[in-house]
């Protein structure tokens, strides 16, 4: 499958009228209308505007645990298109950062497999999911706050887990990044205060992190904590149900036709959302 075959829903950012006050230097987001797509995923695509001029798209989908799995993989390098299509998993998103080599920076846990180096002291987030034995008392996926929880893979209890940096927003709603003129495309992962999972993806390179993150803060979202994962070429969220198809950043599945399928947008470590059979 190549980007040709992408049959884009929605291409265009939504304009709904309301626009949310969210503080983070001036921007602001258009109302996010709501979409089911799956059992427990829906999907919305808002538009960033400062001072009434639209500056990025967002596209954002909500998953609730209860109701789907998180996998972690890793592997050869391949396009969203082929993991997607191997995997079958109504949405599949991009990991964090990797090597040359494609073995990640960070700490990954595939199946209760871990992968990469066990210490990294960069990494200050880690997505975890899937308890061993579903255990009650631990969330179905969170994130971890890799300074005040330290993470030890042997006694990790869950089967899934991708670490990553910066952790942009903190249990307290600390903003955990610094100011830079750095911008790019962005994927980010993050908790809301019911228990679901939302997952960012970036319409262009309006973004610095430390501007994602205060947007996150005060927006509409009731965002709870959020990670940064992979950016630039790698940020890349693909989905695929019978209610919708779509790849972002649509601008350049546009582009270039199968841009997604050039070697520096293939991904060795995805995430993939599945409906649960319990």
Known sequence: MTARVFALVGVAWLWLGAVLPVGAAGLT???PEWRTISRGIT???VEVRRDGQMVAGLAV?????ALNAFRVFH????????????LQAPVVFNGSYYRRSGQPCGLVIADG??????????????FVAEPRGMSPDLPRATILDLLTTPVDPKKLPWTQGVQSFPLLLDYKGHIRVKGSDKRANRTVIATDRNGNILVFNTSNRFFTLFEFAGFLKASAFNIDSALNL???TEAQLYIKTDELEFFSP????????NLIDNQQFRL???LGVFPRQD
């Open 75 to 86: 592997g050869a390098p391949q396009a969203i298109s082929a993991w997607q299509e191997k």
């Open 29 to 31: 987001h258009t109302a």
């Open 113 to 126: 497999k871990p992968i990469g180096p066990i210490r990294n002291p960069q990494m200050r987030g880690m």
């Open 43 to 45: 999907f919305t695509q």
């Open 61 to 65: 989908v909500k998953i609730d645990p």
């Open 230 to 232: 992979d950016g630039g």
């Open 250 to 257: 649509h601008s350049w599945e546009n582009s270039l036709g």
């Open 268 to 270: 060795p470590i995805v």
